[in-house]
């Protein structure tokens, strides 16, 4: 009997209560991370504010904000990079040590205080470099805290209710980063709102130090409520060399014994990237071939968002029905068809409709592989699974961004990258439909809906 089927009047249960909503509170804190400072609002005040700042010139002015761009993109390349090497080691300490709710508070709120500093990114092109660093640094400790954060959920949910878990965290991310991105739409323009103008940049380095708040006030409840980290006490003194010994002998082990596990991760880390490519590349794709403004694409962005927690919220719910693999499958081909839609049709209208209604399905793909993960994985290694997730995540990290280059170039047109991201997602189903998941990608046997409902409390 697990602790979800307790009685509802024990303490147990008020405890996993708590930690079900800390959960998906970090999700809506975090999420602001990406939408405002990745996205939309800081790294292209980067790239075209902080890099400009006294040119006049427009020639010299692009010059700058190309540069800038390389930056950002280098410093971006070496995150992964740190990513690719830390997360499963990272891991491997978590599991065998016991370490992971350490490693979590440590790498969430690392991430809330790089933001902070952010604030100090004045309208100078000396600060180019330091803006980059500080993104860059904020990418690897958010996605290490991932890491540690998704090795929660086979504690505080079953396998009948799993999905429903997963997928509402997720919701709430989008939805968290709506609102973040509306109320950080009052101080944008730098009109003197709440003290703040746009001298220096004020008003958008302001927009940092709120985000950090955000996310630092959001991700607190999981600080007090994480479930006790599972701890190996026969496990030897880990040392840095030792975890990667390990982890090479996990890819050994996983090549001979779970040959499943391993073509998943690969198979889920090309359509991952794909997906990754559909939101990085969406606002390049709005301007660049139907002429959206910025206010247009951060419209966009924030309906993008609300639709696609929708998506994921109910699909949560499908897949606690259906098995993971049928929600993944199901939404990969509805995002594969709609981005043909928006590549045939080409126009303004398409993009909109189109491009929406794929936003729906892109959340249950993400949160379904979560899922799938827990379920293939053996539990005492659930955080180092999840750190060989994000490396082989960062191992294709170039396949999206590349594909969309090559389909720019060679075929013409910002239009026709749209293709390239297609081509990506495409082999990343191919890839996944011969994965033998067995039962793990089936619909879990377990409660009745009513049982469920009332071990959810």
Excluded: K
Excluded at 127 to 132: A, Y
């Amino acid at each position: 009997m697990t602790a979800v089927q307790e009685g509802p009047l024990t303490p147990r249960r008020s405890a996993l209560a708590a930690q079900i909503r800390a959960f998906g509170l970090w999700d809506w804190g975090i999420s602001a991370f990406s939408s405002v400072i990745l996205t939309f609002v800081f790294a292209a005040y980067i790239t075209t504010g902080v890099a400009t700042a006294g040119i006049e010139d427009p020639a010299a002015a692009q010059a700058a904000t190309d540069r800038a761009s390389a930056l950002l993109s280098s410093t971006q390349m070496w995150a992964a990079v740190a990513v690719a090497l830390l997360a499963p080691l990272l891991g491997s300490l978590a599991d065998t040590g016991g370490h992971r709710n350490t490693l979590l508070r440590i790498t969430t709120l690392a991430t809330g205080v790089l933001v902070a500093l952010m604030v100090t990114v004045a309208m100078d092109p000396a600060f180019v470099l330091w803006g980059c660093v500080l993104i860059a640094a904020a990418v690897v400790t958010s996605e290490l805290a991932l890491v540690f954060v998704n090795s929660v959920l086979p504690q505080i949910s079953t396998e009948q209710n799993r999905g429903r878990i997963s997928g509402t965290a997720w919701a709430l991310g989008y939805w968290g980063s709506i609102l973040c991105m509306v109320l950080v739409l009052f101080v944008m323009p730098g009109t003197g709102l709440l003290g703040i103008t746009s001298e220096r940049g004020w008003n958008l380095r302001a927009i940092a130090l709120f985000t950090a708040l955000w996310i630092i006030v959001f991700t607190l409840p999981i600080m007090r409520w994480v479930p006790p980290s599972p701890r190996d006490p026969s496990a030897p003194r880990w040392t840095p060399w030792d975890g990667y010994r390990q982890i090479g002998r996990r890819l050994v082990r996983t090549w001979r014994d779970e040959p499943q596990m391993l073509h998943f991760l690969v198979a889920s880390a090309v359509y991952r990237d794909g997906l990754g490519a559909v939101f990085t590349l969406a606002g390049v794709i709005a301007a660049g071939a139907y002429g959206f403004s910025t206010v247009m694409i951060i419209v966009f962005g924030i309906a993008a968002n609300l639709i696609a927690g929708v998506g994921v919220f109910i699909g949560g719910r499908v897949e606690d029905r259906v098995g993971p693999r049928a929600v993944i499958v199901a939404s990969l081909v509805a995002v594969i068809v709609l981005g043909c839609v928006i590549l045939v049709a080409g126009t303004a209208a398409a993009f909109w409709a189109a491009g929406l209604a794929l936003c729906f399905f892109v959340g249950p793909i993400n949160a379904s592989s979560r899922t799938l993960l827990t379920r293939l994985s053996d539990p005492d290694r659930y955080t180092e699974n999840f750190g060989l997730y994000a490396t082989s995540g960062r191992a294709f990290g170039f396949l999206g961004t590349g594909a969309f280059t090559l389909a720019v170039t060679h075929l013409g047109g910002v239009t026709m990258g749209i293709l390239g991201i297609v081509a990506v997602l495409l082999l990343g189903l191919v890839l996944f439909l011969p994965v033998r998941l067995g039962a793990a990608g089936r619909a879990p046997v377990g409660p009745s809906p009513a049982e469920e409902r009332e071990a959810d409390g």
